[in-house]
């Protein structure tokens, strides 16, 4: 997903809004991680010396969960304005964990094909790019 999001990022904050994404671990590790994936748009924090995480139910005592938050600032301050809950609903029979799908590109353009997602696939940081199906060929304007 943060694929997706680091293309949006510089539109959205372009646009005035601030986006950051934030990790329960040192900035040097996650700063590291962005880099191997190439992420160069979006901003990251972390949250390892402190409470935020759990503070806005990103955190559980087994990890991290995928909570989006917003917040808005208002004349008297910064306030939370809203978060997600769909990691905390149970999922649908057959249907995979969607706590962010709303935002997430990946499962939504899989979302509009007759097919839908494909019965356990799993989004990983690399493919096996020979394993994957022949694509049509690429149309060209000449």
């Given at each position: ?5 680091d293309g949006a990022?510089?539109?959205?904050e372009?646009?005035?809004f ?5 990790a329960?671990?040192s900035?040097d ?5 962005a880099?191997?994936?190439g ?6 924090v ?6 935020f995480k ?9 990890g ?6 917003v ?5 008297d ?9 769909m990691v905390?609903?149970?999922?649908d029979?057959r ?6 799908g709303?935002?997430?590109t ?6 509009l094909?007759?097919?839908g997602r ?13 394993a ?5 060929p690429?149309?060209?304007p000449?």
């Amino acid at each position: 997903m943060i694929d997706s999001l680091d293309g949006a990022a510089e539109h959205v904050e372009a646009a005035g809004f601030n986006f950051v994404i934030v990790a329960n671990t040192s900035i040097d590790r996650l700063m590291a991680f962005a880099r191997d994936r190439g992420w160069t748009h979006a901003r990251f924090v972390s949250s390892a010396n402190n409470t935020f995480k759990r503070d806005y139910h990103g955190a559980t005592k087994g990890g991290q969960e995928p909570v989006t938050t917003v917040f808005h600032r208002y004349p008297d301050g910064i306030r939370h304005f809203w978060s997600s809950e769909m990691v905390y609903a149970k999922s649908d029979p057959r249907q995979d964990h969607r706590g962010n799908g709303l935002m997430d590109t990946i499962w939504n353009l899989m979302d509009l094909t007759p097919e839908g997602r494909p019965a356990g696939f799993k989004i990983q940081p690399q493919y096996d790019t020979a394993a994957a199906p022949e694509r049509a060929p690429t149309l060209s304007p000449h």
